[in-house]
């Protein structure tokens, strides 16, 4: 579904990532992964379209993406969510969900004929609310609920543009335990609906029990690729986390 290939970026003497290569299947629960400065984030804003790679090319079902604007890609069915919550905060979950509904509505003269706080799109929107365990919060604002239910909405919200690929930057960073496991399990369900996921997450825990396939950064640089079992006996994985010293 998704096809990085030789990808590199500079921000004029730094070199951000370096001829970085990987796939991801169709319905594959996919994690990229490495320490801090390994250049996941400049990653996924090359895949979303809001930075060009320096080379490279990136190819998403079959077509070439790169260069495309964000907008773009996105009606083509790419969701993404950021490490940073991003909700409308003064809107209720309702609303929230039905802005990514009317994602091909806005930008067209369909805005001055349809109405997007439809019975239609709102059935549409309860579906989804429902798969995220909204339910109990529909007409609340955002902005006065738990970190954990905005993770969820901002999820609601990328699945609600029709998006069957989904980027998740850091969903799990500031969660606790109970919220962890609770994204964990959506995230599986929404895969088992036939979504694929791309995430990045520094909560290796999160991780092993949660990816199919592992992409590992360091420096910019792809060290290695595998199953979680696979990656955990990666002497150059453990060596970026843990130093030489913690390899031994």
Avoid: W
Avoid at 210 to 232: F, N, R, W
């Amino acid at each position: 579904m998704l096809k990085v290939e030789n990808i590199s970026k500079r921000f004029g003497g730094l070199q951000a990532l370096k001829d970085v290569s990987f796939e991801v299947k169709e319905k594959e629960i996919h994690a990229l992964i490495g320490p801090n400065g390994a250049g996941k984030t400049t990653m996924f804003d090359i895949i979303n379209g809001f930075i060009k790679p320096s080379s490279g090319r990136v190819y998403f079902k079959g077509r070439r993406i790169d260069g495309l604007r964000p907008s773009r890609i996105a009606m083509m069915g790419m969701g993404r969510t950021f490490q940073i919550v991003r909700v409308f905060p003064e809107m209720t979950v309702l609303e929230n969900v039905l802005a990514g509904i009317g994602k091909e509505i806005y930008p067209s003269l369909r805005v001055f004929s349809e109405i997007v706080k439809s019975e239609k799109n709102i059935r549409k929107a309860m579906d989804i609310i429902n798969l995220c365990g909204l339910s109990d919060y529909t007409d609340q604002e955002a902005s006065v609920l738990p970190l954990g239910i905005q993770r969820n909405i901002e999820i609601a919200r990328a699945l609600a543009t029709g998006a069957d690929f989904l980027l998740l930057d850091e969903p799990a960073s500031g969660l606790n335990d109970q919220e962890t496991k609770d994204l964990a399990e959506l995230i599986k369900r929404i895969n088992e609906g036939g979504t694929t996921v791309l995430f990045i997450e520094h909560d290796m825990r999160f991780t092993m029990g949660l990816a199919h396939m592992i992409t590992v950064l360091d420096h910019g640089e792809k060290i290695a690729q595998g199953s979680p079992e696979e990656v955990a006996k990666n002497e150059r994985v453990i060596e970026a986390y843990l130093g030489k010293s913690g390899s031994k």
